[in-house]
């Protein structure tokens, strides 16, 4: 599906909050395919754009909202693309909490008036061994951080999804454990891929894709990549996160894009891009290597996987 | 009461209303509209389309078991070998489509992984079932020898209701429902065999 320009609903703070620079790479992918709301871009991030292979294309807006892994919209992959529409994204707050200087309830407008909205467009590789091209709005982790200011005892990150089964079907029963919680290790929260996005293509984050505002770690597994963020810990212990609470064997608390450490159920080492027939080779941290694989080379990746 | 005719009967339309979803998922996968994931729909629906036959298949000869429906039982060899057809096409999905071929990788996959395991299992011991269901084979084996033969339907469901288990990720409550059927259906058979063994044979 080709999205036009006239079609977006800009993300109002994303538009305001931009600025005219020269594009680059993505700009020019991302004006190609989604026509003048693109045209211009907030900073050069070509040092991400550099990891997008030449042979990587941009997956339409269809197949990224309706192809989804939210369980609480239900389990199937259409689940939440059909079951989120109850959904109310705003008003929005973020609660602050654990070890920071100042914890606070944040509301998310606000939040947004402080940072810096750009485009990254990034891969994303399911455990479940399919993948996309996924052309995100959002701002670094780290400039949240920041603002913050955890303490210096703090060691990791924790989020948290909301929890409203009146609006979110998925979780009135009882599949994982509600609220679904993931985590990073402080280092990995600060590094300048990790991103939390607010929109997709230029829209506001639609409701099946974790809206208003999720995590997008793109060196990780997708379920890393928590949604629909209500709360963030700062912790000095590795938080407990949901697949890895249920399934330890199978979900580690890293989960690194790794094609040498195969899943239990099925091997990593290759995936299917969604709209493409044949398999490819999965790349060693998704393709991200150069700028992630400094924060592991301490540690055995297959035990922590 | 039903006849034998009366079922015999009906087998045409059983027989297109097996058929179709074959030729619909087939035809839907050729002009795209099997989602965004044609693949991984394509092979989960056929698997899915094979328990459940085989899963109908032991149905039957429960219900064979009340007399008014004794003779349902002539539609259990279409729905077997139905139930194998889309077992063969689920296989070669996974194997032309999924894999494109790539044998190391197969070999790999089925022998390292439990869930494959189960599901490569219990397609071969479908093949036995379903080269000696013909009258002739009957004939040939013996009755009774045959029906030694067509035991293996049991590991066969109890197998590929695992296969299907342990694939899902979190919500296994489909598979359980699956599984609770087959279940039902065996101890059933097990109580037929304790309290009235002349039957049985």
């Known amino acids: ?305 | 009461m039903f006849s034998t005719r009366n079922f015999n009967r009906s087998k045409p339309v059983l027989f297109i209303l097996i058929l179709f979803p074959s030729l619909l998922w087939a035809y839907q996968f050729v002009t795209g509209n099997l989602g965004v994931n044609p693949i991984e729909k394509l092979m989960d629906e056929l698997g899915l389309m094979a328990l459940r036959l085989i899963i109908l298949t032991l149905m039957i000869t429960t219900l064979s078991n009340i007399k008014s429906l004794k003779s349902i039982v002539v539609l259990r060899r279409m729905i077997g070998l139905f139930a194998f057809y889309y077992v063969c096409l689920h296989f070669s999905t996974y194997i032309v489509l999924d894999h494109f071929l790539d044998m190391q990788f197969i070999i790999q996959d089925i022998i390292k992984r439990p869930f494959i395991t189960f599901g490569f299992i219990s397609f071969l011991f479908l093949i036995p079932l379903a080269s000696t269901s013909t009258n002739n084979m009957i004939k040939r084996l013996g009755f009774k020898l045959w029906k030694k033969i067509h035991y293996l339907i049991y590991p066969v469901a109890i197998l590929a209701s695992m296969h299907f288990y342990v694939l899902v990720r979190a919500d296994k409550t489909e598979p359980v429902i699956y599984m609770g059927i087959i279940i039902l259906l065996l101890l059933h058979r097990i109580f037929k065999r304790i309290t009235r063994p002349q039957l049985a044979q």
């Open chain 1, 1 to 305: 599906m080709k999205i036009l320009g006239s079609e977006i609903t800009p993300y109002k703070t994303y538009l305001n909050r931009r600025k005219f620079i020269k594009g680059s790479l993505a700009s020019a992918m991302l004006a190609t395919v989604t026509s003048s709301a693109f045209a211009n871009h907030e900073s050069d991030f070509s040092i991400y754009t550099k990891n997008l292979n030449e042979n990587d294309k941009l997956n339409s807006y269809e197949e990224i909202t309706t192809y989804n892994n939210f369980y609480e919209f239900g389990t199937h992959k259409k689940h939440p693309h059909l079951n989120s529409g109850n959904f109310k994204p705003r008003p929005w707050t973020i609660k602050i909490d654990g070890l920071v200087k100042k914890p606070q309830t944040l509301d998310l407008e606000k939040i947004l008036s402080k940072v810096t909205i750009e485009d990254r467009v990034y891969r994303l590789r399911c455990v479940e061994a399919w993948s996309m091209v996924i052309p995100w709005q959002g701002f670094q982790l780290s400039e949240l951080i920041k603002m913050v200011e955890p303490l210096s005892s703090a060691k990791y990150v924790q989020f948290v999804t909301v929890f409203r089964p009146e609006e979110m079907p998925g979780q009135q029963k009882r599949t994982i454990i509600w609220p679904y919680r993931e985590g990073l290790r402080m280092d990995e929260a600060m590094n300048p891929l990790t991103i939390l996005a607010t929109g997709l293509y230029g829209h506001d984050m639609p409701n099946q894709n974790g809206a208003p505002i999720r995590l997008v770690v793109p060196w990780k597994y997708g379920f890393k990549s928590i949604k629909s963020i209500v709360e963030i810990r700062f912790l000095d212990t590795q938080p407990e996160t949901s697949w890895e609470t249920l399934a330890p064997w199978e979900y580690g608390f890293y989960a690194n894009v790794n094609p040498n450490v195969n899943h239990p159920r099925w091997s990593q080492g290759t995936e299917r891009r969604i709209g493409e027939f044949k398999r490819r080779e999965t790349l060693m941290f998704n393709g991200y290597e150069e700028e992630v694989a400094h924060l592991y080379k301490d540690l055995d990746l297959t035990k922590f996987y």
